[in-house]
């Protein structure tokens, strides 16, 4: 079946340390996005990307990386910059075209302790 | 820019009673307008999208939404609740404002149904 996968469902990380999310797709999109979500205030965007090897900054892309070296895959690195990392993040892709509708992955659940 | 205002953070209904989730944009050029539902712990999945031509549009589960132009409104409904349509529900705008690729999402509106 086709679709977004994103590992690992829940992740726990220790202040200071580097982490990094996975995302893999397997419907041959050619734009994929990172949000983070919180309580009460929606999913803003953190990188997107719409080709391999090119990515741009969304609306909150300080403290996180991103890399877009195959089309199936965009990890998200969350820095030790990124100073309130606790938060659920999705991965999202479409087709490549404009005003697609997105499809997202299960999610992941940072923790930082 | 474009934007998504949801009025109401929580509704409340009964099984059985008319589920209405409202939901305004703003945008200088006609958008297309999306309604996503989220489970607990979950990713989003569409219910209905507006694109363009009839501006009554039915999506799974027995949700649809109406396109007012004139009210920049896309309000979201259902005759009659279930159980089962408890959930938080994402109204979303993409269009040529938001450069489109990239899609700008409403706070998010959590449905309880009292049994």
Redesign the interface.
Known sequence: DGGITQSPKYLFRKEGQNVTLSCEQNLNHDAMYWYRQDPGQGLRLIYYSQIVNDFQKGDIAEGYSVSREKKESFPLTVTSAQKNPTAFYLCASTPGTTNNEQFFGPGTRLTVL | AQSVTQLG?HVSVSEGALVLLRCNYSSSVPP?L?W?VQYP??????LL?Y?TGATLVKGINGFEAEFKKSETSFHLTKPSAHMSDAAEY?CAV??LNTG????I????TRLFVKA
């Open positions: 953070s297309y999306f996503y712990n979950q990713g989003l999945q569409l999208k694109t994402f993409s269009g489109g690729f990239k899609t999402f409403g706070a998010g």
